[in-house]
């Protein structure tokens, strides 16, 4: 099993999408790429502490390669909308890809290169957490009630209800066969 952390707007909206990908085994929310040690939520919102909502999938390269998960990751958010995804603005919503070597550092350049390429965009996607190394920002998991929130609590808030279900839409239109049963 591998691991990958990225960050495309709300987390919730991300977990949702890679928890029906096939290969994919966990998601879990969480905090990545600042400064204050065991930011909470309400910490994050502020926009003050220099953490990304983010998402940490652990995947079988077997079944869906690295560069699947990063291609899936650009397919299936705005990497184009600098701090933001739809209405969340801040810097806690950026589309980030924070490499836990500097092979996933590669390929994720490689995967924004390719995104770039076939849309006639560019994507303000950073890579982030290289220090030189392999060395990334620590990772902090959300609260527990953020956790597989589009399979309970999710299903019945109003935000997620208009934003998650075109974000599964575009997955199963875009990427048929990394979709699970």
Same mark, same amino acid.
């Given at each position: 099993?591998?691991?990958?952390?990225?960050?495309?707007?709300?987390?919730?909206?991300?977990?949702? @999408?890679?928890?029906?990908?096939?290969?994919? =085994?966990?998601? &879990?929310?969480?905090?990545?790429?600042?400064?204050?040690? $065991? !930011? #909470?939520?309400?910490?994050?919102?502020?926009?003050?502490?220099?953490?990304?909502?983010?998402?940490? @999938?652990?995947?079988?390269?077997?079944?869906? =390669?690295?560069? &699947?998960?990063?291609?899936?990751?650009?397919?299936?958010? $705005? !990497? #184009?909308?600098?701090?933001?995804?739809?209405?969340?603005?801040?810097?806690?919503?950026?589309?980030?890809?924070?490499?836990?070597?500097?092979?996933?550092?590669?390929?994720?350049?490689?995967?924004?290169?390719?995104?770039?390429?076939?849309?006639?965009?560019?994507?303000?996607?950073?890579?982030?957490?290289?220090?030189?190394?392999?060395?990334?920002?620590?990772?902090?998991?959300?609260?527990?009630?953020?956790?597989?929130?589009?399979?309970?609590?999710?299903?019945?808030?109003?935000?997620?209800?208009?934003?998650?279900?075109?974000?599964?839409?575009?997955?199963?239109?875009?990427?048929?066969?990394?979709?699970?049963?």
């Amino acid at each position: 099993m591998e691991q990958a952390i990225i960050a495309g707007g709300c987390f919730w909206c991300t977990e949702a @999408v890679f928890r029906d990908v096939v290969g994919v =085994s966990e998601v &879990e929310s969480g905090y990545i790429g600042g400064d204050k040690p $065991d !930011p #909470t939520y309400k910490e994050v919102c502020t926009g003050n502490t220099g953490h990304a909502e983010a998402i940490r @999938v652990t995947f079988n390269p077997d079944e869906i =390669s690295l560069p &699947e998960i990063y291609d899936v990751f650009l397919g299936t958010h $705005d !990497p #184009t909308q600098l701090n933001r995804q739809g209405n969340d603005v801040g810097t806690q919503y950026r589309s980030a890809i924070f490499p836990l070597s500097d092979e996933q550092g590669e390929e994720a350049e490689k995967a924004i290169g390719r995104w770039n390429a076939e849309n006639g965009k560019m994507a303000v996607t950073t890579i982030e957490g290289l220090d030189g190394g392999a060395q990334v920002k620590e990772w902090y998991p959300a609260e527990d009630y953020h956790q597989e929130y589009w399979e309970g609590e999710g299903q019945r808030n109003p935000y997620c209800l208009a934003t998650i279900p075109p974000k599964l839409m575009k997955l199963r239109k875009s990427f048929q066969n990394k979709v699970k049963a």
